[in-house]
Protein backbone atom coordinates (compact mmCIF):
# COMPACT_ATOMS: atom_id res chain seq x y z
CA UNK A 1 0.00 0.00 0.00
CA UNK A 2 1.44 3.46 -0.40
CA UNK A 3 1.57 5.80 2.30
CA UNK A 4 1.58 9.32 0.81
CA UNK A 5 1.58 12.19 3.41
CA UNK A 6 -0.62 15.40 3.03
CA UNK A 7 1.87 18.45 3.26
CA UNK A 8 -0.46 21.28 3.39
CA UNK A 9 2.53 23.80 3.71
CA UNK A 10 3.73 22.44 0.24
CA UNK A 11 0.23 23.04 -1.24
CA UNK A 12 -0.32 26.30 0.86
CA UNK A 13 3.40 27.76 -1.13
CA UNK A 14 1.97 26.51 -4.47
CA UNK A 15 -1.32 28.24 -4.35
CA UNK A 16 0.34 31.52 -2.96
CA UNK A 17 3.30 31.38 -5.86
CA UNK A 18 0.31 30.36 -8.44
CA UNK A 19 -1.94 33.76 -7.11
CA UNK A 20 1.21 35.99 -5.92
CA UNK A 21 0.52 38.17 -9.31
CA UNK A 22 -3.13 38.77 -9.35
CA UNK A 23 -2.63 39.51 -5.43
CA UNK A 24 -0.19 42.11 -6.56
CA UNK A 25 -2.30 43.25 -9.02
CA UNK A 26 -5.19 43.55 -6.76
CA UNK A 27 -3.25 45.60 -4.63
CA UNK A 28 -2.22 47.80 -6.94
CA UNK A 29 -5.53 48.20 -8.54
CA UNK A 30 -6.66 49.21 -5.05
CA UNK A 31 -3.80 51.32 -4.51
CA UNK A 32 -4.93 53.13 -8.19
CA UNK A 33 -8.45 53.32 -7.01
CA UNK A 34 -7.52 55.17 -3.97
CA UNK A 35 -5.09 57.70 -5.97
CA UNK A 36 -8.47 58.00 -8.60
CA UNK A 37 -10.60 59.19 -5.52
CA UNK A 38 -8.33 61.43 -3.77
CA UNK A 39 -7.89 63.24 -7.33
CA UNK A 40 -11.59 63.19 -7.64
CA UNK A 41 -12.16 64.33 -4.19
CA UNK A 42 -9.34 67.44 -4.55
CA UNK A 43 -11.80 68.63 -7.90
CA UNK A 44 -14.59 68.59 -5.98
CA UNK A 45 -12.92 70.46 -3.41
CA UNK A 46 -11.90 73.07 -5.90
CA UNK A 47 -15.69 73.37 -7.45
CA UNK A 48 -16.90 74.08 -4.19
CA UNK A 49 -14.00 76.76 -3.25
CA UNK A 50 -14.96 78.58 -6.41
CA UNK A 51 -18.71 78.38 -5.40
CA UNK A 52 -18.13 79.59 -2.22
CA UNK A 53 -15.72 82.16 -3.36
CA UNK A 54 -18.45 83.62 -6.02
CA UNK A 55 -20.89 83.72 -3.32
CA UNK A 56 -18.69 86.08 -1.23
CA UNK A 57 -17.81 88.05 -4.30
CA UNK A 58 -21.37 88.41 -4.94
CA UNK A 59 -22.21 89.86 -1.57
CA UNK A 60 -18.78 91.76 -1.64
CA UNK A 61 -19.15 93.46 -5.09
CA UNK A 62 -20.43 97.32 -4.80
CA UNK A 63 -20.78 97.55 -8.56
CA UNK A 64 -21.77 95.17 -11.47
CA UNK A 65 -18.54 95.67 -13.05
CA UNK A 66 -16.95 95.07 -9.93
CA UNK A 67 -18.60 91.62 -9.76
CA UNK A 68 -17.95 90.73 -13.65
CA UNK A 69 -14.12 91.57 -13.15
CA UNK A 70 -13.92 89.39 -9.52
CA UNK A 71 -16.03 86.89 -11.71
CA UNK A 72 -13.11 87.07 -14.27
CA UNK A 73 -10.17 86.28 -12.07
CA UNK A 74 -12.03 83.31 -10.38
CA UNK A 75 -12.66 82.24 -13.81
CA UNK A 76 -9.20 82.50 -14.85
CA UNK A 77 -8.36 80.62 -11.35
CA UNK A 78 -10.32 77.58 -11.74
CA UNK A 79 -9.74 77.14 -14.95
CA UNK A 80 -5.56 76.66 -13.68
CA UNK A 81 -6.61 74.51 -11.19
CA UNK A 82 -8.60 72.60 -13.35
CA UNK A 83 -5.78 72.39 -16.12
CA UNK A 84 -3.57 71.18 -13.18
CA UNK A 85 -5.83 68.55 -11.84
CA UNK A 86 -6.21 67.13 -15.66
CA UNK A 87 -2.53 67.04 -16.20
CA UNK A 88 -2.34 65.24 -12.77
CA UNK A 89 -4.72 62.84 -14.13
CA UNK A 90 -3.30 62.15 -17.65
CA UNK A 91 0.21 61.49 -15.63
CA UNK A 92 -2.28 58.89 -13.05
CA UNK A 93 -3.42 57.05 -16.25
CA UNK A 94 0.09 56.73 -17.54
CA UNK A 95 1.34 55.02 -14.88
CA UNK A 96 -1.65 52.68 -14.00
CA UNK A 97 -1.22 51.96 -18.27
CA UNK A 98 2.55 51.35 -17.37
CA UNK A 99 1.91 48.80 -14.22
CA UNK A 100 -0.63 47.35 -15.77
CA UNK A 101 1.40 46.19 -18.61
CA UNK A 102 4.21 45.19 -16.20
CA UNK A 103 1.99 42.74 -14.29
CA UNK A 104 0.79 41.15 -17.84
CA UNK A 105 4.27 41.05 -18.50
CA UNK A 106 5.25 39.38 -15.20
CA UNK A 107 1.99 37.12 -15.61
CA UNK A 108 3.07 36.15 -18.89
CA UNK A 109 6.73 35.48 -17.72
CA UNK A 110 5.72 33.05 -15.09
CA UNK A 111 3.16 30.96 -17.60
CA UNK A 112 5.77 30.43 -20.41
CA UNK A 113 8.01 28.70 -17.82
CA UNK A 114 5.17 26.77 -16.39
CA UNK A 115 3.94 25.76 -20.03
CA UNK A 116 7.25 24.77 -21.38
CA UNK A 117 7.57 22.82 -18.04
CA UNK A 118 4.28 20.52 -18.41
Known sequence: MIDRTFDTTQMLA?????FAPLLKAQQEGFK???RLARLQ?????????????????????????ELLSKHTELN???????RARAEEF?????????KFSQFG??????AVPTRKAA
Do not use: M, W
Open 76 to 82: TQFVDKL
Open 105 to 110: NEIAAK
Open 90 to 98: ATVTSEIQS
Open 14 to 18: AARDA
Open 41 to 65: YAVAGDVLDTGLARVHAAFASTSPS
Open 32 to 34: TLE
